[in-house]
């Protein structure tokens, strides 16, 4: 029995409605490709639904990037430059290792399609999380500020 992969899905509710859409979007494009791995439907061609989903994965991972931390940024979020750093570390290291997989003659899409699901697993369970509840618990604390903010009016007029 396979475990259960960690999914963005359980953060959703929390934090940043924008962000938590676009995990959502990561979510469904890995589990098309997971389930493109798991129906062997990859080949030793680069055109093959694997490397087709992977790399439209890929370059939708670098924009999500860019607009996380843009939201890290805004919300002064203490561990940014953590974060950014396995942001950048993933492009440099699965990215930059899967073209180099692209571009060998005996090219191996599944080895690329596992490193960047490894890595998502890896950064929902553990970076993005963090994250989540980091935004969701800001978010009660603007709200608790809101709701004493609204008493004291109602109390004062």
């Known amino acids: 029995m396979a475990s259960k992969k960690q999914s963005h899905a359980d953060d959703a509710l929390r934090g940043d409605a924008w962000i938590s859409g676009q995990h959502r979007t990561i979510d469904r494009m890995a589990a098309e490709l997971r389930a493109i791995l798991s129906a062997r439907?990859?080949?030793?061609?680069?055109?093959?639904?694997?490397n087709?989903?992977?790399?439209?994965?890929?370059?939708?991972l670098q924009i999500h990037f860019q607009n996380q931390e843009s939201i890290m940024r805004l919300h002064e979020y203490p561990k940014l430059d953590q974060h950014k750093a396995e942001h950048d570390r993933f492009i440099a290291e699965v990215l930059t290792r899967a073209v180099q997989l692209c571009r060998r003659e005996t090219y191996d899409s599944r080895a690329k399609c596992r490193s960047i699901l490894q890595w998502l697993d890896h950064h929902a369970a553990g970076p993005d999380h963090e994250l989540s509840e980091f935004l969701s618990h800001g978010n009660r604390r603007?709200?608790?500020?809101?709701?004493?903010a609204r008493q004291t009016l109602v109390a004062s007029g």
């Open 142 to 148: 603007e709200a608790a500020r809101t709701a004493a």
């Open 41 to 50: 439907l990859t080949c030793q061609c680069h055109g093959c639904p694997g």
């Open 52 to 60: 087709q989903t992977a790399e439209q994965l890929a370059t939708y």
